[in-house]
């Protein structure tokens, strides 16, 4: 168990609709990662923050959005869903930033898009 | 753009036998760390060695090392002892110290030990 906890584990939902993931990060870790995971694609960095704040962004759609809370959970937004954002989206986090970090992930939330 | 680049898509080994699974990675920024992660079939991403481009010398963690060539820029995981867990997709990862802060990932080798 690497201490990053992302809910929902499955979701479907429709062409068009919005949905939110969520990750906790480990106890004390500031800075969060998304991370999305698809057949075709294969694994691709979306955002980063770090203690509330946007750090570097990714390959990220305009559809979607992310923040970091106060308490530094992070959610992800993802709108106007299509067939294709059909993906396995992690969440990773780590104590700081910087070369030699190793992020810890979370198991993933699998969205299906139908 | 950095890129990551790992050129076996699956591999079968017998249990028991070291493993050497291949990773090249092009960047021209001298500063970058490389990773290894593992993903077995329940889907989690587990992280097992890491090495720095100016570390003298090759990483180990236990059973897993890192073949680092700075000069043909390849960073091989060796796996000693295979072991019917170590079953699973293994991914090479690069970050930049000066670009965005997430990984680049390859796409990744799907590495099946057989008894």
């Known amino acids: 168990d690497s201490g990053v906890t992302q809910t929902p584990k499955h979701l479907i939902t429709a062409t068009g609709q919005r949905v939110t993931l969520r990750c906790s990060p480990r106890?004390?870790?500031?800075?969060v990662y998304w991370y999305q995971q698809s057949l075709d694609q294969g694994l691709q960095f979306l955002i980063q923050?770090?203690?509330?704040?946007?750090?570097a962004k990714g390959n990220i759609l305009e559809r979607f959005s992310a923040q970091q809370f106060p308490d530094l959970h992070s959610e992800l937004n993802l709108s106007s869903l299509e067939l294709g954002d059909s993906a396995l989206y992690f969440c990773?986090?780590?104590?700081?930033?910087?070369?030699?970090?190793?992020?810890?992930f979370g198991q993933g939330t699998r969205l299906t898009v139908v | 753009a950095q890129k990551i680049t790992q050129t076996q898509p699956g591999m079968f080994v017998q249990e028991k036998e070291a493993v050497t699974l291949d990773c090249t990675y092009d960047?021209?920024?001298?500063?970058?760390?490389l990773f290894w992660y593992k993903q077995p079939s329940s889907g989690e991403m587990i992280f097992l060695i890491y090495?720095?481009?100016?570390?003298?010398q090759n990483a180990t963690e236990g059973r897993y090392s890192l073949n680092f060539q700075k000069a043909r820029k390849s960073a091989n995981l060796v796996i000693s002892a295979s072991q019917l867990g170590d079953s699973a997709m293994y991914f090479c990862?690069?970050?930049?110290?000066?670009?965005?802060?997430?990984?680049?990932f390859g796409k990744g080798t799907h590495l099946i030990i057989q008894p």
């Open positions: 090495q720095g481009s100016y570390d003298q």
């Open positions: 990773a986090s780590s104590p700081r930033t910087g070369l030699n970090t190793e992020a810890f």
């Open positions: 106890s004390g870790d500031l800075s």
């Open positions: 923050y770090y203690n509330g704040e946007e750090r």
């Open positions: 990862a690069m970050r930049l110290i000066g670009g965005a802060d997430g990984l680049t």
């Open positions: 960047t021209s920024d001298p500063s970058y760390g």
